[in-house]
């Protein structure tokens, strides 16, 4: 498991769509945000935003699938905004504990593995009970596999 966002070369800002590619996938932040920029067909610094589904290709690239989660086939109308981080990651299914799931929430993104959790926040993967945004609600779930 990855525990430690390697930011190496990188310069400015660490967003969370390529912080998370580099804790999936093991890559040097630079390299990842790198990726993103060449996809945007931006300067690397100019890249900020970050849609899942280029997170998605890019996974690919490295050898990834991202299975989606059907959060609403698991939890209805239960929550209107959908499980806090904190609720989702204690009710993962076996094979998602202990697999990389890529977690969406609104305009950010983290990945969780092993019970614990990790983005450009944290800068490494921390427990659970750990990480400072646990209630925020998650909006969509890939389970990550490789290829």
Not at 59 to 81: C, H, Q, V
Not at 115 to 135: A, E, S
Request: glycine fraction near 8%; hydrophobic fraction near 40%; charged fraction near 20%.
């Amino acid at each position: 498991m990855i525990m430690n966002l390697e930011i190496g070369n990188h310069e400015g800002i660490e967003w969370c769509g390529p912080s998370a590619i580099s804790l999936i996938a093991g890559i040097p932040l630079h390299v990842a945000q790198s990726r993103m920029a060449h996809l945007q067909n931006k300067s690397y610094n100019q890249v900020s935003v970050s849609y899942v589904s280029e997170m998605k290709l890019i996974l690919s690239d490295l050898g990834f699938n991202a299975k989606p989660i059907d959060l609403f086939t698991r939890y209805g109308n239960k929550y209107e905004m959908g499980p806090t981080i904190q609720r989702f990651v204690r009710e993962m299914q076996p094979i998602e504990k202990i697999s990389k799931v890529l977690i969406e929430t609104h305009g950010h993104v983290l990945v969780s593995h092993m019970g614990f959790v990790g983005d450009n926040w944290t800068k490494k993967m921390v427990p659970l009970d750990q990480f400072p945004k646990v209630k925020r609600h998650v909006i969509g779930a890939h389970i990550i596999i490789p290829k």
